[in-house]
């Protein structure tokens, strides 16, 4: 049996030769001129049995590599030998492998257009096809899930549900963007701290999660920077907090923010974690002068571009009014950029551009969020078309006790993963690429004559 293959992959090479190809019979395969593309089937023949079609190839990028080739298998019914196949209807054929009872055909798929594509499946000679199927290729929309550990210490309960949702959804990573009070805290005991140092680590190497950092500039971190606690102004308390917990990041100079993130970098180290590269601000309140001192303590990527409009809870509190002034462009569907030393809105600084990627959290986290809204937002940036540029959809969960972090909040996360992952890459379902948050910075590369460049 034979399976032969259309494409315009093969049409320039084939065309060059002068006499007919051989057949693995021995025999000649018939000519370009000789085919004729059959008529589309009116709805697919249940008699043939088709395995292999993609729904979405990836063009690939500096992060993930292109879709190459591709694998059909046809199970065709008893007295069929040959099988024509078609790509976007033209092209020369290609000759089969017989593997059991089916046949089996791979084809270099790389230098297809980014768009729509169709797949032609005939009987040898027939003028109307069995099959027929459409896919697209196009390029990753990468979903990135982080958390922020806003307390010092976590209920084990809410570790293992990391555990629960690495293996409910193989392919997910976390960026864990763990807070340095964990280490600085005087209430929590040495032996817990390790043991959250061990979990992390095995985070890590199990799943490939990643440890970044997390700042609210509690008093206890602060201090132990050598620096003076601020109490004001305060996200949440116009009076002020005593604890530093809600104070904004912007309460502490360019300079401060240099030895705090030395100090945690300082602790990464201490603990075992290598170097952070990763951040996200305490209640999204970064501001320029804080990412300026970010990127000089060698962080590569920052992910405080808040979708405000998700956080109507706090409505008639500073957090939602800052995060509505400092993030007013961002929405569903923003994308990373590189901000400006000057400005945190792409194209609006005058400073040159700063070497710290922007990763929009658009998502917000799942705090703010239902099933449904946050299907939407993937929805928004994903119709199911090629995507000409990738693109990206961030959330995440803030660990703490089970009284903060509610199962709920859990129900929603496993749900909303398993809508995601019904369009996972890997199986050419879908576009979708679970990545860690500094993994960004191999798509959305740094060019300093183009803020937010894409590499493709």
């Known amino acids: 049996m034979r399976l032969r293959v259309f494409s315009t992959l093969l049409l320039t090479a084939l ?7 051989c057949g693995p019979d021995g025999g000649d395969d018939p000519q370009v001129d000789d085919l ?13 049995t088709v395995t292999g079609v993609p729904r979405y190839i990836l063009a690939g990028d500096g992060r993930t590599s292109a879709t190459t080739s591709l694998t059909i298998r046809v199970a065709p019914p008893p007295g069929v030998t040959e099988i024509d196949a078609w790509i976007d209807g033209i092209g020369p054929a290609h000759p089969a492998v017989a593997d059991g009872d089916e046949l089996r055909v791979s084809f270099d798929v790389h230098a297809l257009e980014l768009g729509s594509h169709n797949i032609l499946l005939s009987v040898h000679g027939a003028e109307t096809a069995f099959h027929r199927a459409e896919f697209v290729k196009g390029h990753a929309l990468y979903v990135i899930i982080s958390t922020d550990w806003d307390f010092s210490d976590v209920d084990d309960r809410v570790l293992d549900h990391h555990t629960e949702l690495h293996t409910a959804h193989p392919e997910l990573k976390i960026t864990h963007l763990i807070g340095p009070y964990t280490f600085t805290d005087p209430a929590v005991p040495q032996a817990r701290r390790d043991f959250i140092v061990s979990w ?6 199990t799943y490939g999660d990643e440890i970044g950092l997390h700042i609210h500039p509690r008093c206890d971190f602060v201090e132990a920077a050598g620096l003076t606690c601020k109490t004001s102004p305060s996200v949440a308390d116009p009076a002020g907090d005593p604890t530093g917990y809600t104070v904004r990041l912007g309460a502490y100079t360019r300079e401060e923010w240099k030895l705090l993130f030395g100090k945690a970098n300082e602790i990464w180290y201490q603990v075992g974690f290598g170097k952070p590269t990763s951040f996200r601000a305490g209640a999204w309140t970064l501001e320029p002068h804080v990412a300026l001192a970010l990127a000089e303590s060698g962080f590569l990527v920052d992910s405080s571009a808040n ?8 409505i008639g509190y500073d ?19 590189y901000p400006t030393t000057d400005s945190l809105v792409p194209g609006e600084g005058e400073g040159q551009a700063l070497q710290l990627l922007e990763v929009p959290d658009n998502g917000c986290m ?12 993937f929805d928004a940036n994903w119709s199911g078309a090629a995507l000409s540029e990738p693109k990206q959809v961030s959330t995440g969960f803030h660990p703490a006790t089970t009284q903060y972090y509610s199962a709920y909040e859990f129900d929603r996360l496993d749900e909303f993963f398993t809508y995601t992952d019904q369009f996972l890459a890997s199986k050419l379902e ?27």
Do not use: C
């Not at 065309?15 to 190809?21: E, N, V, Y």
């Not at 979708?307 to 706090?314: P, T, V, Y």
């Not at 957090?319 to 950029?337: L, V």
């Open 307 to 314: 979708n405000w409009r998700l956080m109507d809870e706090w």
């Open 15 to 21: 065309s060059s030769l002068a006499a007919p190809a």
């Open 430 to 456: 879908g576009p979708v690429v679970y990545i860690n948050m500094s993994e960004a910075t191999s798509v959305w590369y740094f060019n300093p004559d183009r803020v937010g460049s894409f590499a493709p």
């Open 366 to 377: 799942v705090d703010y969020w239902t099933v449904e809204e946050m299907t939407k937002i």
């Open 36 to 48: 004729v593309r059959p008529r589309p089937p009116i709805e697919n023949d249940p008699a043939f």
């Open 200 to 205: 992390a680590r095995d985070m890590h190497e």
């Open 319 to 337: 957090i939602y009014e800052f995060n509505k002034t400092q993030w007013a462009h961002i929405g569903d569907t923003s994308q990373p950029y």
